[in-house]
């Protein structure tokens, strides 16, 4: 069975006016229908810039695309169309961003950024986007779903607006879900449940899941391969309780032993 999403060396560059970035270097990876795969690395890493590929987010110029590809199925996304990337995102393949309050629309209700999803990438109508926008934040887990819709992101918690751009990422049903520290600045309770969220959604609906994080206590908890980047390049990879139990590079030794533990006295 082939994977979902497959990256094949691929390398991006950002040309600036003094120099030439080389953000990612020949990365390869794979992620499979209903499995978890977790990216880590420190920031500068080139984690984002990875996952950013995937749907060529990473604005063009300074970012050029110089080697390999980014794969869903037979089609090479570095090669498409505008056209047809149109047709990819938020369809095949959506994404969860870090911050939600910035990639919430602050001048429009909840419940018609969600419906704008199905209406811009699938073609629906105003009513079959509307009725598909509570079923879409029940399934978010988001309780008084009806009255939610009709709020405004500054009038919801930080959790509950991430559950949001879940919504929005899950109404058109992708085959593969890209979350870039989706729990970043969230509490340590509604973390766990946002990842949770994640994980159990991904399973039910066979999806890939491409987790991009720094915390490696996250990756312990819900990711089932695990790929650490450092300087643009994937140093090590493998089954999480492998890398962890014994990992091999120096650079993932060490982002273990920076990992704070609990010790009672």
Excluded: W
């Excluded at 926008?133 to 930080?158: C, K, T, W």
């Excluded at 014994?246 to 032993?257: F, G, I, S």
């Amino acid at each position: 069975m082939k994977p979902l999403l497959r990256i094949e060396e691929l390398s991006v560059d950002f040309r600036l006016d003094t120099e030439t970035v080389h953000a990612v270097d020949s990365v390869s990876l794979t992620v499979e229908e209903g499995e978890t795969l977790a990216v880590v690395g420190e920031s500068g890493s080139g984690k984002t810039a990875t996952a950013l590929s995937v749907l060529r987010l990473n604005p063009e110029p300074p970012c050029v695309y110089s080697g390999g590809g980014v794969f869903l199925g037979d089609r090479d996304v570095l090669k498409l169309s505008e056209k047809d990337l149109r047709g990819i995102r938020g369809n095949e393949v959506a994404m969860i961003f870090q911050d939600p309050m910035s990639s919430l629309n602050p001048l429009k209700r909840v419940g018609v950024q969600i419906g704008e999803v199905l209406r811009r990438h699938q073609g629906a109508t105003r009513s079959e986007a509307r009725q598909a926008v509570l079923p879409a934040l029940r399934e978010a887990g988001i309780p008084d779903a009806e009255r939610r819709a009709g709020q405004y992101p500054h009038q919801l918690s930080g959790g509950l607006r991430q559950r949001v751009m879940i919504a929005m990422a899950l109404v058109g049903r992708p085959k593969v879900l890209i979350a870039d520290e989706p729990t970043t600045a969230l509490d340590v309770t509604v973390q766990a449940q946002i990842l949770d969220l994640l994980v159990d959604l991904g399973q039910r609906h066979g999806m890939a899941i491409m987790l991009i994080t720094h915390d490696l206590g996250v990756v312990a908890e819900v990711a089932d391969r695990v790929v650490v980047m450092n300087r643009g390049q994937v140093v090590e990879t493998g089954d999480v309780l492998d890398v962890f139990d014994r990992p091999a590079d120096e650079y993932t030794r060490a982002l273990l032993r920076a990992t704070p533990k609990l010790e009672l006295t």
